[in-house]
């Protein structure tokens, strides 16, 4: 149950039931509960994107959905998205790449990149043929976040992201694969499979990039490919592919 609260504490703004800090074989252990999160994320914004319809279009809700999904999550993946811009396509070297990626101010390739990230996002929800993309995308990204937690090297000594990664280990995997194949057969059958191996590949070729650029991942790198990840499973959605 621990384990659980502090999933959802660390990734989403809801109220805080433990107040103080995590044991780092806690943070490990709540990487297998993302998925998890990501579901109630995606049942609340289900349930704001419904309640909306009876007043406004949905160009308009798209707007509240992106608001909420910003604040719901503090804006956390979103922030590491920036950063990762800003340090992958700022620097030169892989050190001056993870100096501009801890420095908290906001870059040129930062800027355009979550405005283009954001309009993207957008375009998307207001695409969709139906409720399935806008309930999946939360899931899936911190399914493969917890994938790359567990599989890919982490680049900084110590950090929130160096507990995790150095206390996850398989039962925190299975068990997060296990809950987004659970949500996949509730809510999209087939298709929600395919959306969940495209997931699969834009981690691994994020991941790839990522590696290219500096030596391993970072928290900034999980939140960079949370989203991405989100975005591609909005975008198959809109497709409206269905088996």
């Not at 809700?61 to 909420?68: C, K, P, R, T, Y």
């Not at 979550?114 to 409720?131: C, E, N, V």
């Not at 650029?213 to 991405?228: F, H, K, Q, V």
Request: proline share 4%; with cysteine.
């Amino acid at each position: 149950m621990t384990a659980l609260l502090a999933a959802f504490q660390f990734l989403t703004t809801f109220p805080a039931v433990i107040r103080r800090a995590f044991t780092a074989q806690e943070l490990g252990r709540a990487v297998g509960y993302f998925p998890l999160v990501g579901l109630a994320l995606g049942g609340l914004l289900y349930g704001l994107e419904r309640s909306l319809q009876v007043i406004f279009p949905t160009p308009v809700i798209a707007i509240f959905i992106l608001v909420a999904w910003i604040l719901l999550t503090r804006a956390l993946h979103f922030d590491g998205f920036l950063d990762s811009c800003d340090g992958l396509f700022g620097g030169f070297t892989p050190e001056r790449r993870l100096e501009i990626m801890r420095d908290s101010r906001v870059g040129a390739f930062g800027v355009a990149g979550g405005g283009l990230f954001l309009l993207a996002k957008y375009a998307a929800l207001i695409s969709l043929p139906d409720h399935t993309g806008l309930l999946l995308a939360p899931v899936f990204g911190r399914w493969t976040l917890s994938l790359a937690i567990f599989a890919y090297p982490y680049a900084r000594e110590k950090g929130l992201g160096r507990d995790m990664k150095d206390n996850v280990g398989l039962p925190q995997i299975i068990l997060a694969t296990l809950t987004s194949i659970i949500a996949v057969w509730l809510f999209a059958g087939w298709s929600g499979l395919i959306a969940l191996a495209i997931s699969g590949i834009v981690l691994w070729l994020g991941a790839a990039f990522i590696l290219r650029r500096i030596p391993g991942l970072t928290g900034d790198s999980y939140g960079a490919l949370c989203e991405i990840v989100e975005l591609a499973v909005l975008l198959f959605f809109t497709t409206g592919i269905t088996l």
